[in-house]
């Protein structure tokens, strides 16, 4: 087995290079390795868009000028500023100044397009910076195309950063700030909440993660760590010009984040590193070779991306991390962490969920007609009927995913017809899907931390800060207990996506359980599951029923249901056509037409038993 | 603003419109075929006129070196495929691709284009750009079709990306405009109308019926919609996705390519020239949603017209104008749509 370094070392190795780096390179070097961090910088923002939140943006670049150009613009003395705002020339408050507009233009361009599904942001995005960079060649008194100089360089502690190697220790304090905030922000909550969008829309929305207040979250973050890198760029070069703000360079960004590796913050500084030293060669090189000048580095970029996401997609992080096997942190649970605050349960026997005529128009196909059911606390009322039958699309009414067309559904006296699966999650409605919704590459213990989101109130900047520890705590605490609750402390570690089907049903029920729900609403929990696991699941539903826990859930397994529940509803073609204990259901005459065409003389468990002859194992 | 200029503007914003309006249908087509934002829809463009460029110059077509360099990559990862599926076989394409390829370059290179009537020129225009459409799905797209959007998208910049950098390599900086396809113009009174402009927007209008009949009328076309409905389904029903992306992608190369040769005597094209024209198209199916054709096609129009006229009032903000309405378009969408989304 190879020798795993543990991730402190890498990182002090790397640190110490970077040290020591301005006392042995070369002047060149310098150059190079600045303009790496400015890179990074913006790749940094990059990396969380796309390859943790599956979003993209091409004008990266144009959040980069606006920084630069308004810094230029203040400390430049450009802007005829009056005597007593004098005081915001100083780079300084410049720095502010561009941060706090980039932040509000980047909100302003989100909200529009990140309602949007995929494709309008990038497009978006190429739209607006290209009007950016027009925009800065037509702005005279900055010198237009051609660009003005006389920007003054830093002053830090009175030491005039002039030289490459003075700017050199603060670009880079910069990005390994950038590094230690996105991967405490990644580590926390809201970062939990930022990865689960690429799980979807639905399943985060129905964790009560505000799906669209996160996207934005993530791409202002993007344009702030942008508008830092152009705003120390332009008091490096002390000149500004529209060229490095065009689209091409938000191109360029965007290889650098595919190529280190989106899904991971280093992934940024190998990514920036690679792009910009092959740059720099390929332009010194390609010329020569082909015997012309021009910009023909493009072909080789262009052709490396193409080849590349068709042999990884996670780009060349990966292979870098198995050359120099890195140990992987694992999460610390606190056992002794004080227990997050619990909901008051209902009273027994209270009606928890009241469904009232509701009815869902596709077209002219009525998928749910005149539906109404009740659930109360302390009880398991299974939703049962052929497929096709529209209880899905009924779960989906109750849940918030969808809207009836006629009809209310009350939750605990409030009415939440058409509310959002976000609101009435936080009402304490918990479900799990019928196709596992679940991020394959987190470990069982993030994803159910997923469930818990609502129950933390740190935000982001609190997590890149480090100030949600304790809150962090009880969470993590909160999801290990759950876990232990269904019996997954074996895989607590193990990423999601290496566990069985059913394993994976179970994980989706802890992680409701960690939304501290009063409602469970459960789609085919025992579908994939094996006997000895459908017997545990049984038991750990039994178990939350005595404790006063509401379950609604769908099944077909009908063994399952009739051990279980308390009464069941059949729906056949969107209706109802019975309701009542498991023993009427089993002698029911329409229902037993629905499920076998006609009546005979056969009731439905003895069908169920005959085929798991293996009961009572 | 005189009725002379307000016609002089219409009919620019109106070819160019049309332009837009063809290369939008393709975007949309190729959308919803296979999930792909062709960015390289402009190379195409540029590609067509400069090609033309290249021909009425005299200069020698080392274009075709492209097609010849595409058809044997395409054919090297067929025979890769075959080795690792251990298809024994070899499928009659392989032999017919070389051939081809071998034909095309071999009678470009050979003959002058310059001195032969311009139907001779246009149609070895089409004869060696059009294939670069199929074998760029091939080479770029058919080993990562079932990738994400996003994938396909990061992709599809990097193929612009490495084209524009080809075009630079092949064509040199220096911009190309061509000679017209007639002389003569139309005279209505005082209103003069170029006969180029005549020509794009009756063969744009004509590509515009085809491909509605294609699609409507014709077998091909409805698998072709099938497959863009509902991928799956038209698999079960034998309509390969192979065949319906290599079909989508001949024809935005067609149309591309067909879209440079009749724009390039009208404005000079250059090798990055492409990107613009095809941003617009892009602008243009986004009012149509990237799935209506009709609409993207009106919309397209309205852009051509937008930026004409926009010349004229505040021609150093013509781009920010065109681009930065974009984002009340968006808006407008954002609200209309209400949005139960799922990814794939």
Same mark, same amino acid.
């Given at each position: 087995?190879?020798?795993?370094?543990?991730?402190?070392?890498?990182?002090?190795?790397?640190?110490?290079?970077?040290?020591?780096?301005?006392?042995?390179?070369?002047?060149?070097?310098? #150059?190079?390795?600045?303009?790496?961090?400015?890179?990074?910088?913006?790749?940094?923002?990059?990396?969380?868009?796309?390859?943790?939140?599956?979003?993209?943006?091409?004008?990266?670049?144009?959040?980069?000028?606006?920084?630069?150009?308004?810094?230029?613009?203040?400390?430049?003395?450009?802007?005829?500023?009056?005597?007593?705002?004098?005081?915001?020339?100083?780079?300084?408050?410049?720095?502010?100044?561009?941060?706090?507009?980039?932040?509000?233009?980047?909100?302003?361009?989100?909200?529009?397009?990140?309602? &949007?599904?995929?494709?309008?942001?990038?497009?978006?995005?190429?739209?607006?910076?290209?009007?950016?960079?027009?925009?800065?060649?037509?702005?005279?008194? /900055?010198?237009?195309? #051609?660009?003005?100089?006389?920007?003054?360089?830093?002053?830090?502690?009175?030491?005039?950063?002039?030289?490459?190697?003075?700017?050199?220790?603060?670009?880079?304090?910069?990005?390994?700030?950038?590094?230690?905030?996105?991967?405490?922000?990644?580590?926390?909550?809201?970062?939990?909440?930022?990865?689960?969008?690429?799980?979807?829309?639905?399943?985060?929305?129905?964790?009560?993660?505000?799906?669209?207040?996160?996207?934005?979250?993530?791409?202002?973050?993007?344009?702030?760590?942008?508008?830092?890198?152009?705003?120390?760029?332009?008091?490096?070069?002390?000149?500004?010009?529209?060229?490095?703000?065009?689209?091409?360079?938000?191109?360029?960004?965007?290889?650098?984040?595919?190529?280190?590796?989106?899904?991971?913050?280093?992934?940024?500084?190998?990514?920036?590193?690679?792009?910009?030293?092959?740059?720099?060669?390929?332009?010194?090189?390609?010329?020569?070779?082909?015997?012309?000048?021009?910009?023909?580095?493009?072909?080789?970029?262009?052709?490396?991306?193409?080849?590349?996401?068709?042999?990884?997609?996670?780009?060349?992080?990966?292979?870098?991390?198995?050359?120099?096997?890195?140990?992987?942190?694992?999460?610390?649970?606190?056992?002794?962490?004080?227990?997050?605050?619990?909901?008051?349960?209902?009273?027994?026997?209270?009606?928890?969920?009241?469904?009232?005529?509701?009815?869902?128009?596709?077209?002219?196909?009525?998928?749910?007609?005149?539906?109404?059911?009740?659930? /109360?606390?302390?009880?398991?009322?299974?939703?049962?009927?052929?497929?096709?039958?529209?209880?899905?699309?009924?779960?989906?009414?109750?849940?918030?995913?969808?809207?009836?067309?006629?009809?209310?559904?009350?939750?605990?006296?409030?009415?939440?017809?058409?509310?959002?699966?976000?609101?009435?999650?936080?009402?304490?409605?918990?479900?799990?899907?019928?196709?596992?919704?679940?991020?394959?590459?987190?470990?069982?213990?993030?994803?159910?931390?997923?469930?818990?989101?609502?129950?933390?109130?740190?935000?982001?900047?609190?997590?890149?800060?480090?100030?949600?520890?304790?809150?962090?705590?009880?969470?993590?605490?909160?999801?290990?207990?759950?876990?232990?609750?269904?019996?997954?402390?074996?895989?607590?570690?193990?990423?999601?996506?290496?566990?069985?089907?059913?394993?994976?049903?179970?994980?989706?029920?802890?992680?409701?359980?960690?939304?501290?729900?009063?409602?469970?609403?459960?789609?085919?929990?025992?579908?994939?599951?094996?006997?000895?696991?459908?017997?545990?699941?049984?038991? &750990?539903?039994?178990?939350?029923?005595?404790?006063?826990?509401?379950?609604?859930?769908?099944?077909?397994?009908?063994?399952?249901?009739?051990?279980?529940?308390?009464?069941?509803?059949?729906?056949?073609?969107?209706?109802?056509?019975?309701?009542?204990?498991?023993?009427?259901?089993?002698?029911?005459?329409?229902?037993?037409?629905?499920?076998?065409?006609?009546?005979?003389?056969?009731?439905?468990?003895?069908?169920?038993?005959?085929?798991?002859?293996?009961?009572?194992? | 603003?005189?009725?002379?200029?307000?016609?002089?503007?219409?009919?620019?914003?109106?070819?160019?419109?049309?332009?837009?309006?063809?290369?939008?249908?393709?975007?949309?087509?190729?959308?919803?075929?296979?999930?792909?934002?062709?960015?390289?829809?402009?190379?195409?463009?540029?590609?067509?006129?400069?090609?033309?460029?290249?021909?009425?110059?005299?200069?020698?077509?080392?274009?075709?070196?492209?097609?010849?360099?595409?058809?044997?990559?395409?054919?090297?990862?067929?025979?890769?495929?075959?080795?690792?599926?251990?298809?024994?076989?070899?499928?009659?394409?392989?032999?017919?691709?070389?051939?081809?390829?071998?034909?095309?370059?071999?009678?470009?290179?050979?003959?002058?284009?310059?001195?032969?009537?311009?139907?001779?020129?246009?149609?070895?225009?089409?004869?060696?750009?059009?294939?670069?459409?199929?074998?760029?799905?091939?080479?770029?797209?058919?080993?990562?079709?079932?990738?994400?959007?996003?994938?396909?998208?990061?992709?599809?910049?990097?193929?612009?990306?490495?084209?524009?950098?080809?075009?630079?390599?092949?064509?040199?900086?220096?911009?190309?405009?061509?000679?017209?396809?007639?002389?003569?113009?139309?005279?209505?009174?005082?209103?003069?109308?170029?006969?180029?402009?005549?020509?794009?927007?009756?063969?744009?209008?004509?590509?515009?019926?085809?491909?509605?009949?294609?699609?409507?009328?014709?077998?091909?076309?409805?698998?072709?919609?099938?497959?863009?409905?509902?991928?799956?389904?038209?698999?079960?029903?034998?309509?390969?996705?192979?065949?319906?992306?290599?079909?989508?992608?001949?024809?935005?190369?067609?149309?591309?390519?067909?879209?440079?040769?009749?724009?390039?005597?009208?404005?000079?094209?250059?090798?990055?020239?492409?990107?613009?024209?095809?941003?617009?198209?892009?602008?243009?199916?986004?009012?149509?949603?990237?799935?209506?054709?009709?609409?993207?096609?009106?919309?397209?129009?309205?852009?051509?017209?937008?930026?004409?006229?926009?010349?004229?009032?505040?021609?150093?903000?013509?781009?920010?104008?065109?681009?930065?309405?974009?984002?009340?378009?968006?808006?407008?969408?954002?609200?209309?749509?209400?949005?139960?989304?799922?990814?794939?």
């Amino acid at each position: 087995m190879k020798r795993v370094i543990s991730s402190r070392i890498a990182l002090g190795v790397f640190i110490a290079l970077l040290v020591v780096a301005p006392f042995v390179a070369s002047a060149f070097t310098m #150059t190079l390795l600045n303009n790496i961090g400015l890179a990074t910088l913006v790749v940094l923002g990059l990396v969380l868009l796309t390859g943790v939140a599956g979003l993209t943006s091409f004008g990266q670049a144009a959040f980069v000028g606006l920084g630069a150009y308004i810094s230029a613009a203040l400390s430049a003395k450009v802007l005829p500023l009056p005597d007593a705002l004098l005081w915001m020339q100083s780079p300084w408050i410049a720095l502010l100044v561009a941060l706090v507009l980039t932040a509000l233009l980047a909100l302003a361009v989100g909200s529009v397009t990140l309602k &949007l599904s995929g494709h309008y942001l990038p497009l978006g995005t190429i739209a607006w910076g290209i009007s950016l960079y027009f925009i800065f060649g037509t702005l005279e008194s /900055m010198g237009g195309q #051609t660009g003005m100089s006389g920007i003054p360089s830093l002053n830090l502690f009175g030491v005039t950063l002039a030289s490459d190697r003075a700017i050199y220790g603060l670009i880079w304090v910069a990005v390994m700030l950038g590094v230690a905030a996105l991967h405490n922000l990644l580590d926390s909550r809201e970062g939990r909440a930022i990865r689960a969008l690429k799980g979807g829309m639905v399943m985060a929305e129905a964790m009560g993660i505000d799906t669209a207040r996160m996207r934005i979250v993530v791409f202002v973050i993007a344009a702030v760590l942008a508008a830092v890198s152009g705003w120390l760029y332009v008091h490096m070069q002390r000149f500004v010009n529209p060229s490095p703000f065009g689209l091409g360079f938000g191109i360029d960004y965007l290889f650098m984040a595919v190529l280190g590796g989106a899904s991971n913050v280093w992934g940024a500084v190998l990514g920036s590193t690679l792009i910009v030293v092959l740059k720099e060669w390929l332009q010194g090189l390609l010329p020569v070779i082909l015997g012309r000048s021009g910009n023909f580095e493009t072909i080789v970029f262009g052709l490396m991306i193409v080849v590349l996401l068709q042999r990884s997609r996670d780009g060349l992080w990966p292979y870098l991390a198995r050359l120099v096997p890195v140990r992987a942190r694992r999460l610390q649970i606190d056992a002794g962490a004080e227990p997050l605050p619990r909901r008051p349960m209902p009273a027994r026997h209270e009606v928890v969920l009241d469904v009232r005529n509701v009815t869902r128009k596709f077209g002219g196909l009525v998928a749910n007609n005149d539906m109404s059911l009740k659930v /109360m606390a302390g009880e398991v009322l299974a939703l049962i009927g052929p497929n096709g039958a529209g209880k899905s699309t009924l779960f989906n009414q109750v849940s918030g995913v969808d809207t009836p067309t006629s009809g209310s559904v009350q939750f605990r006296g409030h009415e939440v017809t058409g509310r959002g699966s976000r609101h009435i999650a936080g009402l304490g409605m918990s479900r799990s899907f019928q196709h596992v919704r679940l991020m394959s590459r987190m470990t069982v213990l993030e994803n159910v931390a997923i469930g818990a989101y609502l129950r933390g109130q740190r935000g982001v900047l609190a997590s890149m800060l480090r100030l949600d520890r304790k809150e962090e705590a009880r969470l993590l605490a909160e999801a290990a207990r759950q876990i232990e609750r269904v019996g997954l402390t074996a895989q607590m570690y193990e990423p999601a996506g290496a566990l069985s089907l059913g394993q994976q049903r179970i994980l989706e029920i802890a992680r409701a359980l960690a939304a501290d729900p009063c409602l469970l609403l459960l789609d085919e929990p025992a579908a994939g599951l094996r006997l000895g696991e459908k017997q545990a699941l049984g038991d &750990l539903l039994r178990k939350l029923r005595s404790e006063g826990m509401a379950i609604l859930l769908v099944e077909h397994d009908m063994d399952f249901v009739m051990e279980l529940v308390d009464r069941i509803v059949v729906m056949d073609f969107g209706q109802k056509i019975a309701e009542g204990l498991p023993e009427d259901i089993q002698n029911n005459a329409a229902v037993l037409e629905a499920y076998l065409g006609a009546a005979d003389e056969e009731t439905i468990p003895d069908t169920a038993l005959a085929a798991g002859a293996h009961h009572g194992q | 603003m005189n009725l002379n200029i307000v016609a002089l503007l219409g009919q620019d914003g109106i070819t160019n419109g049309a332009i837009y309006a063809l290369l939008a249908l393709s975007i949309v087509l190729v959308f919803t075929v296979t999930r792909i934002l062709l960015i390289p829809q402009g190379e195409f463009v540029s590609f067509g006129a400069l090609t033309m460029g290249m021909m009425q110059n005299g200069q020698p077509l080392t274009v075709a070196w492209l097609l010849v360099a595409l058809c044997l990559a395409a054919c090297a990862f067929d025979l890769y495929d075959m080795w690792r599926t251990s298809r024994r076989r070899p499928s009659l394409w392989l032999p017919a691709k070389l051939v081809y390829a071998a034909v095309v370059a071999g009678v470009a290179l050979s003959v002058n284009f310059s001195t032969l009537p311009m139907l001779a020129q246009i149609a070895m225009t089409l004869l060696l750009l059009v294939p670069m459409g199929p074998l760029m799905y091939r080479l770029a797209f058919q080993p990562i079709a079932s990738a994400s959007p996003l994938v396909l998208l990061i992709v599809s910049i990097a193929v612009h990306v490495a084209l524009v950098g080809v075009a630079l390599l092949v064509f040199g900086p220096e911009g190309a405009r061509t000679a017209p396809f007639t002389e003569a113009a139309l005279e209505l009174g005082s209103l003069r109308f170029s006969s180029q402009a005549l020509w794009v927007v009756c063969v744009s209008l004509l590509l515009i019926v085809a491909l509605f009949v294609m699609f409507e009328r014709t077998l091909y076309g409805k698998a072709l919609r099938a497959a863009a409905l509902n991928r799956m389904g038209a698999r079960l029903m034998g309509i390969s996705p192979v065949f319906a992306g290599k079909a989508m992608f001949l024809l935005a190369s067609l149309i591309g390519v067909m879209s440079g040769v009749l724009i390039a005597p009208l404005t000079t094209i250059y090798y990055d020239s492409g990107f613009l024209i095809s941003l617009k198209g892009f602008v243009g199916s986004i009012i149509g949603g990237l799935v209506s054709y009709p609409a993207a096609a009106l919309g397209a129009l309205a852009i051509g017209l937008i930026e004409s006229f926009s010349t004229f009032w505040a021609s150093a903000y013509k781009e920010i104008i065109v681009f930065v309405l974009i984002i009340p378009i968006l808006l407008w969408r954002s609200l209309s749509t209400r949005h139960v989304e799922e990814e794939e």
